[in-house]
């Protein structure tokens, strides 16, 4: 890569972009500012597991859930401030996932993805389950208070979740590339590109994998929390297995190991479900029923224009410019 | 606000006209002089997009009216989005709807979790949540949230009525009850139980749950054949009630079968469990299902069937959620009507919770709605009905529960 230089610099326009948002628009909007950054972090966490290590998860979304009745629990049931919750319920999510590793290490690639697949189908139904009642709420759910802005600040609850929201994504954005760029990122590339050659340079397999999968849940926690507080509920049909699937979706479209691809990712999961619902409209009322067909070909027009996702666009992009100065 | 309010409370209805129309404006989000915007969310896709056809009932309802001239001179924009029955997405939806949109009201937002999720919103900001598309009991509690109206027959409701029946005619049965583990199937357990009260709580001798996962209920019904019950109470939606009550007659259990209200379609229910096997089957119905055959005649669905003609297509004609939207449809334009001049937020949540015995052309003869400002659920009545191989027999008187 040359363009070092100018991916910095538009990190940082898009950070101080980010950090201009919650000023400028309304509160709707930045509640769903809110929602993409949330869904960012969980792309990144799932990224660093698919992208990086090739273990393929369609049941991210039980971690997103774990940490959003976590965070629910905790608060509501427990009375613990959220700023905690939220670090307490991710550690849960990191040793569920690295606990969920060690099966993972027995399944390779599409038996991988049915182990997980079971994860995402069964935990609406585990969160639904009657002997849970008084700790899950059951199918009512739990119904949180969402979180003011400290010490006085001139801020609405929304301004000041989306700021949350923005520290936490940065944070773990960074925390992200300083993994992926260690000597640890290279052992868990190599492991997903020549496992047994990794081996033989010493890699710990067991190791690097479960706690690949423990860090991946740990951002999906995060960011299930973080959607908890913003909602103000959970129930078991907020995590359904869609939700699973559209990380997965998430991730493909910002484009495989690449970070800064799952604000794109998130930005894509976020808006087109909405695009393909108003696009629907359009075909007069009998197709208000076309909505996921729409999203199918929006999907499938995303993937063969951009076949490496946005970033990989982005790069070609990129190298392009830097080849014709 | 707090001027407008009192202003509203004191201010004759002919006062409120003359000043209403200029005055009202200024602080009655989605009405102009020519249209009133209505929101709505339903899950046109996803796992329950099944029940999308409500939505669609709707809008096509209100278009006939729009090309009647509308309500007061005033056109419907009904705008409903997709949430996909995924409770942030509703959250989402509904902030678009109220903040961008600006809408006037909610109406038949559908499913337990997602009204769930956005009552408290829509309470704070005062914003009506009319007839919210669930029969779940929480959604009529004017004491705590006062935005919210309830519609459906809520389902402890109905488990009452039954629990009444069973009381009145078996006093000594033993009572076994299949029910859906969820909201749905709990809201009858604990309707039965609240009138079965403490001494007769033994009468449940057997209960069994399933998951809506589950392929069959057999092994459910087995266990409770197992416990020498002679009254089976099957609280389950339309496929798997089919499956009991196919299973109850086969294993030659002779008990006495009550089916919930949700699953009392004879083409999509009873037909599949095969007709002869659901004979004496009993449930407490409101609705006229177009494919019993004594309906044919109808004045009501005769209504139906015109406008399903003009504006459906034949398979939305005999779907029970598409009558069910027709009927909230008309609920909602009779509280427009009955808003006159004076769309603000306030009137149209006091006309909504001043609703009149309301006869709608798909509800049985004699069953109305009502409600008011305590009373936030405006169908509380049922008649129960015997089915004797044909069709659905009405008996007895209708209940109110």
């Not at chain 2, 709580?201 to 998951?211: D, L």
């Not at chain 2, 109470?233 to 798997?240: E, G, V």
């Not at chain 2, 003009?310 to 449809?329: C, F, M, V």
């Amino acid at each position: 890569m040359t363009g070092t230089a100018p991916r910095t610099l538009l990190t940082l326009a898009l950070f101080a972009a980010a950090l201009a948002f919650p000023f400028l628009a309304s509160g709707y909007h930045i509640y769903q500012g809110a929602q993409v950054l949330i869904l960012a972090i969980a792309l990144i966490g799932l990224n660093l597991l698919t992208g990086y290590n090739g273990q393929i998860s369609l049941g991210h979304g039980a971690f997103f859930a774990i940490g959003g009745y976590g965070a629910a629990i905790l608060t509501v049931k427990l009375g613990v401030p959220y700023f905690l919750a939220i670090p307490l319920a991710s550690l849960v999510c990191f040793g569920a996932g690295f606990l969920f590793g060690f099966p993972a290490l027995r399944f390779g690639g599409l038996y991988l993805a049915l182990a997980t697949f079971a994860l995402a189908v069964a935990t609406p139904q585990i969160l639904a389950y009657k002997g849970f009642d008084a700790v899950t709420g059951g199918s009512s759910g739990v119904t949180l208070i969402k979180p003011r802005a400290p010490f006085g600040l001139p801020l609405s609850a929304d301004q000041w979740l989306y700021l949350v929201c923005l520290a936490c994504a940065a944070i773990l954005y960074f925390a992200a590339r300083n993994l992926v760029t260690s000597r640890i990122g290279r052992a868990l590339v190599a492991l997903r590109d020549q496992p047994i050659a990794a081996e033989t340079m010493g890699v710990d397999a067991a190791l690097y994998k479960t706690t690949c999968f423990g860090v991946s849940a740990l951002y999906a926690g995060v960011a299930g929390g973080l959607s908890a507080l913003a909602v103000g509920f959970v129930s078991p049909e907020s995590f359904g297995l869609s939700l699973s699937l559209s990380f997965l979706v998430g991730i493909v479209v910002g484009g495989l190991a690449s970070l800064g691809g799952m604000l794109f990712g998130a930005l894509f999961i976020e808006f087109v479900p909405n695009l393909a619902d108003q696009l629907s409209v359009t075909f007069g009322e009998s197709a208000k029923a076309l909505p996921g067909a729409i999203y199918g070909v929006l999907l499938i027009l995303a993937m063969a224009i951009m076949p490496g996702g946005v970033a990989g666009a982005l790069r070609s992009a990129l190298r392009w410019a830097s080849k014709t100065k | 606000m707090i001027t407008r309010r009192s202003f509203l409370h004191t201010g004759a209805a002919g006062a409120a006209f003359l000043a209403g129309a200029r005055a009202a404006h200024a602080d009655t989000p989605g009405v102009t002089d020519t249209e009133i915007k209505i929101g709505q969310t339903m899950p046109y896709s996803g796992p329950a997009s099944a029940y999308g056809v409500i939505g669609r009932v709707e809008a096509a309802y209100f278009k006939m009216i729009n090309e009647q001239g509308g309500v007061n001179g005033r056109k419907i924009n009904f705008i409903s989005l997709d949430d996909a029955y995924s409770p942030p997405k509703t959250v989402e939806q509904v902030r678009k709807l109220v903040e961008d949109e600006k809408v006037a009201f909610l109406f038949n937002t559908l499913g337990t979790a997602p009204n769930l999720a956005i009552r408290q919103y829509l309470n704070d900001n005062k914003v009506p949540q009319l007839f919210v598309a669930t029969g779940a009991a929480v959604f009529a509690d004017p004491e705590h949230f006062p935005w919210t109206i309830g519609f459906n027959p809520n389902y402890q409701t109905e488990a009452r009525i039954y629990a009444k029946h069973i009381l009145a005619t078996k006093p000594d049965g033993k009572i076994a009850v299949l029910f859906q583990n969820d909201g749905f199937g709990k809201d009858y357990l604990t309707g039965l139980k609240d009138v079965l009260g403490a001494d007769k709580a033994a009468m449940i001798v057997k209960e069994a749950s399933y998951e809506t996962s589950e392929p069959t209920v057999d092994s459910q019904i087995v266990t409770l054949q197992g416990s020498g019950a002679d009254i089976l109470i099957i609280a389950a939606t339309p496929k798997f009630a089919a499956q009991a009550i196919r299973k109850s007659f086969d294993l030659g259990w002779n008990a006495t079968r009550y089916v919930s209200n949700v699953s009392y379609s004879i083409g999509a229910v009873l037909k599949p469990a095969g007709l002869e096997k659901s004979k004496g089957l009993i449930t407490g119905s409101y609705g006229k299902d177009v494919t019993d055959a004594k309906f044919k005649d109808d004045p009501g669905v005769l209504e139906w069937k015109a406008f399903s003609d003009k504006y459906l297509t034949p398979k939305e004609y005999i779907d029970l959620n598409a009558s069910y939207g027709y009927g909230a449809a008309q609920t909602m334009v009779q509280v427009l009507k009955q808003c006159g001049a004076d769309l603000s937020r306030d009137n149209v949540l006091k006309q909504a919770a001043s609703l009149k015995a309301l006869q709608l052309p798909m509800l049985l003869d004699g069953i109305v709605l009502n409600t008011s400002p305590t009373n936030y659920s405006p169908i509380r009545q049922l008649q129960l009905a015997q089915f004797d191989g044909e069709s659905w027999k009405l008996f007895g008187d209708i209940i109110t529960g």
